[in-house]
């Protein structure tokens, strides 16, 4: 049932981008200072390039002119008459520039973590209310630990990138475009080489990504299984141990480890091998600009003006530009190594943001509760694929009065489970329809369809938290009376006093503290205490004894005599005393009546009786549990 990689997401950026929210503000404020940032880190070199131009100086000149220049455009700005008083005060300026492109930083640092967090936090808010309004049929679509792993270390990646595109996507190309111009202002003609080696560079970066984008995706692929495989594992490690099946689990885990290593291997050799090339280009680059430079300069005798017009101060200033240049063109192949690795993470986000939620409330649905227990289905099939060939369900069309209780029998995989599970509306009909209280279910708002019905489910949960807690699920304002009402009727009352602090004792997460049977009784008390108008037990006493099973049936009829109660049962003792028994066969329903009906008319209930007494008979404590026939 586990979707394998997400579709290629449509429109996915823009539905994350909806998650920036209120964090816009320090999103464009970390851009904007970052800007600021290279702004000042630019010029730094043009005032160091001043600095050593006076200070290599010969000339016998007694006024000294910090000028900003561009191109051929000088821009006198102060004049000093003393040599040493021009460099300290040049000196200063630098650290000034460079206190305010620190601080500049900084705070773009911060914005930019408040923005990602921010971000993420509403990112991981949004997915989770998706997914907590999700109809059984969506769940059925993601596995669960898919979906921890989306809400988590998707997210992380998603906001990682985020950080990186506000600072870096900002930074990278901005200081990219200002370097390149200040330094073709600086020498025209040096700046031939970067018309050289900037393309190769460029070749050479898109050809390792090419190469590497692949390889990134499957080990993506493949870190996704093992993340699967890894919380499956941990959530099913008792039967595990069970099993003895630790050794061929670690097999197992060693075996997609191993893969993943050599995918991340094979993806990250290009990186290691792209890198060396790119800074081996860029001290090529410096070279040739040092030896064309740097030659006219010694050239000229007095070392100080080139042929060229390039003085040693320029030249300085110029080899610290190429620095910025080609740290920028790293930083974009970092950006788009980050961008891969969490497109991947997007499409997986987007998927669960995409999914269409089948079971919601119909935009006329009715603001009432059901009037009263009744169900009808009239003609019902049901699909789980919504494939009319396919039917888990078929031709079903049963009518139970309100305050009758009813048994549902048959055997395993004959859809008792699924029958009632059309009544709270966890699935949708394919065809015909199901009635609560005479109104269609589709027509209530599901929340007041739901609070009607208490349901113990096949595959009941409790929660950590103490056993109050768990029971006040029923009914959040529930007094300890009502709560002790409840739990009496499910003999749930008499084990709860039995532990040292009643009902304020601990559950632990899914209720691995208390014995099967004491568990399944909790969860009819927490059932009961909504006070439902229609109450469904799901193979609900299975792990309890019959003396208290027939203790449950009979608390539940003297206390909840209006109820509409309904109980699957594998044992026949469980239900026989039902006012109707449904007999369940492949998808149909096989028989109704009550017992002594059944008994004369239905051939698969008789002898399901029968093979049960002899059970019973043949070994007491077992109540009779035999495998139904199909
Ligand atoms: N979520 C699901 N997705 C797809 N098929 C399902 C799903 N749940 C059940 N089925 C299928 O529907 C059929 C009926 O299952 P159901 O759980 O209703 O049986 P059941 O009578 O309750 O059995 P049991 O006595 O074992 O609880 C089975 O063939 C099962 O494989
Ligand atoms: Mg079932």
């Known amino acids: 049932m586990k979707r394998d990689m997400a579709p290629k997401a449509k429109g996915g950026l823009k539905k994350l981008a909806s998650c920036v929210g209120r964090y816009k503000t320090p999103s464009v404020l970390a851009a904007l200072l970052v800007a600021c940032e290279v702004v000042f880190e630019v010029f730094i070199p043009l005032i160091m390039a001043q600095i050593v131009n006076v200070g290599m100086s010969e000339e016998l000149t007694d006024s000294f002119t910090f000028e900003l220049a561009l191109g051929d455009m000088h821009q006198p700005v102060f004049t000093l008459h003393n040599r040493i008083s021009f460099i300290v005060v040049c000196g200063a300026i630098m650290v000034v520039m460079a206190l305010i492109s620190l601080a500049c930083g900084v705070l773009s640092g911060k914005f930019a973590a408040v923005a990602s967090t921010g971000f993420a936090s509403n990112l991981r808010q949004k997915l989770f209310y998706k997914v907590e309004n999700f109809s059984f049929a969506n769940l059925d679509h993601f596995n669960t630990a898919s979906l921890v792993t989306r809400l988590t270390t998707d ?252 048994g549902i029998i048959g055997g395993t995989g004959s859809a008792k489970t699924t029958l009632v599970q059309l009544i709270p509306r966890l699935y949708d009909v394919l065809d015909g329809s199901v009635k609560v209280g005479g109104v269609d279910v589709r027509r209530y708002k599901i929340d007041n369809l739901r609070a009607a019905i208490g349901m113990v489910l096949q595959k009941n949960v409790l929660f950590s938290g103490t056993i109050k807690e768990n029971l006040m699920w029923g009914n959040p304002n529930a007094t300890q009376e009502e709560i002790e009402h409840a739990a009496k009727a499910a003999q749930a009352h008499d084990f709860i006093m039995s532990f040292p602090k009643g009902y304020d004792s601990d559950l632990s997460q899914g209720g691995v503290n208390v014995s099967g049977g004491q568990k399944q009784r ?18 609900s006493t299975s792990a309890v004894d019959t003396a208290t099973d027939a203790a449950i049936r009979s608390g539940l009829k003297k206390e909840f005599g209006d109820t509409t109660v309904i109980i699957i049962a594998q044992r026949i003792t469980s239900v026989q005393d039902a006012d109707r028994i449904i007999v369940m066969n492949n998808g149909r329903i096989s028989a109704i009546g009550n017992h002594q009906q059944l008994l004369e008319t239905s051939e698969i209930y008789r002898d399901v009786y029968t093979s049960q007494q002899k059970g019973r008979s043949d070994d007491d404590n077992e109540g009779g549990k035999q495998e139904w026939q199909r």
């Open 155 to 406: 997210v992380t990646n998603i906001q990682n990138s985020y950080m990186m595109i506000v600072r870096t996507l900002v930074r990278a190309p901005f200081m990219l475009i200002m370097a390149l111009c200040m330094a073709i202002s600086i020498s025209p003609d040096l700046s031939i080489i970067f018309g050289i080696t900037l393309p190769l560079l460029i070749i050479g970066l898109l050809v390792g990504l090419k190469v590497a984008f692949p390889r990134f995706e499957r080990m993506l692929h493949k870190y996704d299984d093992m993340n699967e495989s890894t919380q499956e594992n941990l959530i099913g490690i008792r039967a595990v141990k069970a099993f003895v099946r630790e050794d061929n689990e670690i097999k197992r885990f060693k075996k997609v480890s191993e893969t993943v290593q050599k995918l991340q291997f094979s993806a990250e050799k290009i990186i290691v091998i792209a890198f060396p090339f790119m800074q081996l280009l860029i001290y090529a680059c410096i070279l040739f600009i040092i030896l064309f430079g740097g030659r006219d300069i010694i050239n000229s005798g007095n070392g100080i003006k080139n042929a060229a017009g390039l003085t040693l101060g320029d030249l300085m200033a110029f080899l610290s530009y190429v620095m910025q240049i080609m740290m920028s063109l790293m930083m974009v192949a970092m950006i788009f190594m980050t961008i891969v690795m969490s497109r991947a993470s997007m499409d997986r986000i987007v998927e669960v943001l995409d999914e269409k939620i089948d079971i919601e409330d119909a935009p006329d649905a009715e603001d009432v509760l059901p009037a009263d227990g009744s169900i009808d289905f009239d003609n019902v099939d049901f699909s789980y694929s919504r494939n009319s060939d396919v039917l888990n369900l078929e031709n079903i069309d049963l009518h139970i009065k309100s305050g009758e209780t009813i």
């Open 522 to 539: 909790l969860c009819i008390a927490r059932a009961l205490l909504k006070h439902p108008k229609i109450m469904i037990l799901d193979d």
